[in-house]
Structures are given as structure tokens and as C-alpha cells.
């Protein structure tokens, strides 16, 4: 099975900072990288498909970047609607999937 | 507008059964792969299930293989969810999501998310 890191786990930050989250894959994974946002109580949306496609809708503050096994999200300016959990998918092993533990996101 | 509706939650007891429903509407249903997807009190995303299009192909993660049974109705645009011998770590909000890529487009990812509902396995 191929297991997912991202780090850090948490991460606060200001309004207007630039944040990077990491998420690791135990083997290689090609460019089968997503990232999801979660907000409390709301269901995931989907931010990032193939490492750096941004879904339609989604501001262009974020950034996604990486290959094989290491990969980073980028939120250049963060808003505060961008305080919220992260989490990266691997779909390299379709149609079976693994998520990140999740990046939870604070306002400091 | 894509709209999946999630619904038959509830509470249940250890060892009991439950059937989950997605309603889905605004797209052609048949013609995607769907998935569940769920998430424990306080914790991550967790991939449950996953069905073709035509429903022919199943698949399970290994935490619920022989206890969960994915199916799906395309005459009434719903995806299910069967689930017995229900255990304590099974609670969770389940969410059903849309597949879209594959069959090597080279991407696959999950466009669109129910929102989601809750499973409770307590005596």
C-alpha cells in the first residue's frame, strides 16, 4: 500500500503569508497528486487534481508542484476563507485510493 | 449543477447492518465511477468504496472488505452503501463522491462530494 505524509500536521500563519504544505508518498507515485480543502462540518473540495491543475473556481493563490514522490501545496497571500484542512490524495493505484493525514490550517 | 444528496445515517449497534444512499442529479450518472469516502470523529479522510459506471467492478479497502457492499441503481441515479457487522470504528461521516479521470487520461480524482452523513456504531 502506498502511504501518504504530509507535513506539518498544523501549521498557523497570518493573513497575507505565503504557506507551504509537503505530502510524501512512499513510492513513487507519477503525477497522480490531488489536494483537497476541508472547512468544519463541510464536506472536501476538491483544489488541485494532477499536481498542478487548478480545479475551475478555485483563486489562483494556490500553486501545486512535485513529482514522483514529494510534492508541495502552495497558498501565496493566504484570505482568511483559506484557514481550513488540506489534504493530499495519491490515485497512482486507481480505482483504490489513499489520503494524507491532513494539514490543519490556523489563523495566528 | 452537480448535486449528490447523501442520506441514511444513523445510530446503530455493534454487529447490526445499515444501508446508505447518494441521490445524484445533474450529470449523466451511468457514465462515472462513484466512491465512498469517510472520516472518524476528529480525524482524516479515509477511502471506503469504490463502483464502475455500469457497476460491474467493486472495491473495497481492507478495512471493510466481506462487511461492506457497494452497489448501484442507474435507473434512479443512486449509489448505496450496505453495511453489516458494524463495528465501533466505523463511525464516521460517510460522503459519496464522483470520479473523474481513468482509464488513462492521467489524472483521476474526486470532483464532486455529497455532503455527507453520520454513522454511529454505540451500544
Known amino acids: 500500500d502506498i502511504q501518504m505524509t504530509q507535513s506539518p500536521s498544523s501549521l498557523s500563519a497570518s493573513v497575507g503569508d505565503r504557506v507551504t504544505i509537503t505530502c510524501r508518498a512512499s513510492?513513487?507515485?507519477?503525477?497522480?497528486l490531488n489536494w483537497y480543502q476541508q472547512k468544519p462540518g463541510k464536506a472536501p473540495k476538491l483544489l488541485i487534481h494532477?499536481?498542478?491543475n487548478l480545479q475551475s473556481g478555485v483563486p489562483s493563490r494556490f500553486s501545486g508542484s512535485g513529482s514522483g514522490t514529494n510534492f508541495t501545496l502552495i497558498i501565496s497571500g493566504l484570505q482568511p476563507e483559506d484557514f481550513a484542512t488540506y489534504y493530499c490524495?495519491?490515485?497512482?493505484?486507481?480505482?483504490?485510493?489513499?489520503f494524507g493525514q491532513g494539514t490543519k490550517l490556523e489563523i495566528k | 449543477e452537480v448535486r449528490l444528496l447523501d442520506s441514511g445515517g444513523d445510530l446503530v449497534q455493534p454487529g447490526g447492518s445499515l444501508r446508505l444512499s447518494c441521490t445524484a442529479s445533474?450529470?449523466?450518472?451511468?457514465?462515472?465511477?462513484m466512491n465512498w469516502v469517510r472520516q472518524a470523529p476528529g480525524k482524516g479522510l479515509e477511502w471506503v468504496s469504490g463502483?464502475?459506471?455500469?457497476?460491474?467492478?467493486?472495491f473495497y479497502a481492507d478495512s471493510v472488505k466481506g462487511r461492506f457492499v457497494i452497489s448501484r441503481d442507474n435507473s434512479k441515479n443512486t449509489l448505496y452503501l450496505q453495511m453489516k457487522s458494524l463495528r465501533a470504528e466505523d463511525t464516521a461521516v460517510y460522503y459519496c463522491?464522483?470520479?473523474?479521470?481513468?482509464?488513462?487520461?492521467?489524472?483521476?480524482?474526486?470532483?464532486?462530494w455529497g455532503q455527507g452523513t453520520l454513522v454511529t456504531v454505540s451500544s
Open positions: 463522491a464522483k470520479r473523474l479521470g481513468g482509464g488513462g487520461s492521467g489524472y483521476d480524482y474526486f470532483d464532486d
Open positions: 445533474g450529470f449523466t450518472f451511468r457514465m462515472y465511477a
Open positions: 463502483i464502475s459506471g455500469s457497476g460491474s467492478s467493486t
Open positions: 513510492q513513487a507515485i507519477s503525477t497522480y
Open positions: 494532477a499536481v498542478s
Open positions: 490524495q495519491q490515485s497512482y493505484t486507481t480505482p483504490m485510493y489513499t
